[in-house]
């Protein structure tokens, strides 16, 4: 019996759509707003390994 309640509840909640369905939180961003501003003291530091072989990727 309890096992019978547990799939009709189961069945039950998968039947119903999602709240967050179709929910895209970084849709949100505003991506072509976004500005950059670099500062004299940055830098980046790529290693070969990081970077990967020289060979092209055909």
Known sequence: MAVA????AAAASASQPSSLEG????S???VHKATVDLHGSAFVSATPA???DQVDDE
């Open 5 to 8: 309640m547990l799939l009709a």
């Open 23 to 26: 929910f895209q939180p970084l």
């Open 28 to 30: 949100k961003i505003a």
């Open 50 to 52: 990081l970077l990967g």
